[in-house]
């Protein structure tokens, strides 16, 4: 599966903005997807995680409460929400495949895509 990550840019502390992430091939339901995201000078960091059907989603601390991962499996897409940003939120994102419950769960995806930028200014 390919993956291409879009809708990042720079917003204010307070606003919102929605990431997607496309995937090509005719099995994107298959797939658990992830979102993770990297600053500047430190580790790529998991954000959320979505199962196949969308029905169970997870985040990591610093996000819950403020995004939310969904997906629409007719339009190979995953969706990344993104409110009350924050510039601590500032990082380049990128989101993740992989047909692995278990790994999924444990972060780890076979398949990554592009990032794309989001900047938070205070």
């Known amino acids: 599966v390919q993956l291409q990550a879009f809708g990042g840019g720079l917003v204010q502390a307070g606003g919102s903005l929605r990431l997607s992430c496309a995937a090509s091939?005719?099995?994107?339901?298959?797939?658990?997807m992830g979102w993770f995201r990297q600053a500047p000078g430190k580790e790529r960091e998991f954000v959320a995680t979505?199962?196949?059907?969308?029905?169970?989603?997870y985040y990591a601390d610093s996000v819950k409460g403020r995004f939310t991962i969904s997906r629409d499996n007719a339009k190979n897409t995953v969706f990344l929400q993104m409110n009350s940003l924050e510039p601590e939120d500032t990082a380049v994102y990128c989101c993740?495949?992989?047909?692995?419950?278990?790994?999924?769960?444990?972060?780890?995806?076979?398949?990554w895509g592009q990032g794309t930028q989001v900047t938070v200014s205070s």
């Open positions: 993740a495949a992989d047909p692995d419950g278990n790994r999924a769960y444990r972060r780890e995806f076979d398949y």
């Open positions: 979505i199962s196949r059907s969308g029905g169970s989603t």
């Open positions: 091939g005719r099995t994107f339901s298959s797939y658990y």
